[in-house]
């Protein structure tokens, strides 16, 4: 009997073009208003069927700085699908990492999704869209908008995925990210923590975060720039002074806007057709360290 073959799923990198957290919730997490885009490049995860027999999933990675164990958001995703489903079915997965950890790039919640998009396949889709949705959030917040394609809107703490109107998917489709990562990560509690301390100051009202959308949405000769705000832009770069002073070399040299992506530590610039971002790769290497992680790619 033929051994089944493998299923693979993308898992891609998302940037926030917009992120407004509006203020803190009575149960400890956050509400947002988010505008998300994922990229052409990711992670890519596959997954062997191994039968029903009693036993463990398996997580192999290619990057030895990834954990494997169970508290991969992958065996989570596995263990929470089971939960919900009832299937028995046991996988080994095999996850090519690309997305740095701690980027705000969203790869550990990407590879998450991916693994319910594997499992619904595998178990000859168990589950409606909106109930995996459910799952998903249950996982992380992040997880829900993976399971979409293309650009969306997140609301509350992410959990609730809106997909954009045509003409913003459009808009945005194809467009060139240089996109950045420093040495160091930056923890997304951290960050949620910080922006807190700051006061109610530091969150942007959510009628105030939903007009800049709407702006924006209704005016299709709006630029890309005039979209880009990330509420966590100032505790992060109070924290780490490099941040900002890549943002003001990269304005004043070559006229991008520099935005963190989630909580950071990476960072983006949208770039014009035809620009040459080699030299804006070597001075972010310069500013920011040799190790410092510079990749060109597209919104999907």
């Known amino acids: 009997m033929p051994e089944p073959r493998p299923v693979t799923e993308f898992a ?21 208003v988010s505008l998300v885009a994922p990229l052409a490049w990711g992670d890519t995860l596959a997954a062997r069927p191994l039968g029903s027999e009693k036993g463990q999933n398996a997580l192999l990675c290619d990057s030895p700085s990834v954990p494997t164990d169970d508290g991969n958001l992958v065996h989570r995703a596995a263990r929470a699908f089971a939960q919900a489903t009832g299937w028995e079915g046991r996988v080994e997965f095999t996850l090519t990492k690309r997305i740095p950890v701690g980027a705000g790039l969203g790869g550990g919640s990407s590879d998450a999704a991916a693994a319910l998009r594997i ?11 909106a109930r995996l949705s ?14 979409k394609k293309g650009p969306v809107l997140m609301r509350g703490r992410g959990e609730r995925v809106q997909e954009v109107p045509d003409s913003v998917r459009r808009r945005l489709s194809g467009l060139r990210v240089l996109l950045f990562k ?18 109610a100051g530091a969150y942007l009202p959510e009628r105030e975060a939903e007009a800049r959308l709407t702006a924006w949405t209704l005016d299709p000769t709006a630029p890309i720039e005039r979209l880009l705000f990330n509420s966590f832009e100032a505790p992060v770069h109070a924290k780490f002074p490099a941040l900002p002073l890549v943002s003001e070399v990269l304005r004043d040299r070559f006229g991008l806007r520099v935005l963190l992506s989630g909580s950071g530590s990476a960072g983006f610039a ?13 001075i972010l290497r310069e500013t920011l360290g040799v190790s410092c992680f510079v990749l060109e790619s597209r919104f999907a």
């Open 182 to 199: 420093p040495a160091f990560a930056i923890a997304t509690l951290w960050a949620y923590q910080h922006l807190a301390s700051s006061g």
């Open 270 to 282: 949208i770039l014009p057709e035809g620009f040459d971002s080699g030299p804006v790769g070597a």
């Open 134 to 147: 459910e799952i998903a959030a249950s996982i992380g917040s992040d997880c829900p908008l993976f399971l």
């Open 12 to 32: 891609p990198a998302k940037i926030n073009l917009f992120l407004a957290v509006t203020g803190r919730r009575s149960d400890g997490f956050h509400d947002l």
């Open 119 to 129: 499992l619904q396949q595998l178990s000859g889709g168990l589950v409606a869209s």
